[in-house]
Nanobody, 123 residues
Framework: QVHLVESGGRLVQPGGSLRLSCAAS????????MGWFRQTPGKEREFVAA???????TYQADVKGRFTISRDNAENMAYLQMNSLKPEDTAVYHC?????????????????WGQGTQVTVSS
């Protein structure tokens, strides 16, 4: 019943840009915090960005100024615009949804997860 589906990941050269999309099937979408996390082999799942139902945003320090999270409540969509991509940005990117409450950067506090989309930054 509840689904989050990411799209937009692909191979891109360093310095390039991508926009990831997350299509959400959620009850009362506008009341969910939406987050983006990334994961690489051998590393812990890493917080990237989150946006609250009211539009408040927070970013991980190493993506701040390069990435922008946004949402369109009318379309039940969340986005991650990624600019100035670096090889270290290579990861599987997951969108996630957290019901109600305040914004969170902790993955265990999110209720629903997408399957992920692969972003590879390489020349």
């Amino acid at each position: 019943q509840v689904h989050l589906v990411e799209s937009g990941g692909r191979l891109v050269q360093p310095g390039g840009s991508l926009r990831l999309s997350c299509a959400a099937s959620l009850p009362t979408f506008s009341r969910y915090t939406m987050g983006w996390f990334r994961q690489t082999p051998g590393k812990e799942r890493e917080f990237v960005a989150a946006i609250s139902w009211a539009g408040g945003k927070t970013y991980q320090a190493d993506v701040k100024g390069r990435f922008t999270i946004s949402r369109d409540n009318a379309e039940n969509m969340a986005y991650l615009q990624m600019n100035s991509l670096k090889p270290e940005d290579t990861a599987v990117y997951h969108c996630a949804a957290r019901s109600g409450g305040a914004i969170s950067e902790f993955w265990r506090e999110y209720d629903y997860w997408g399957q992920g989309t692969q972003v590879t930054v390489s020349s």
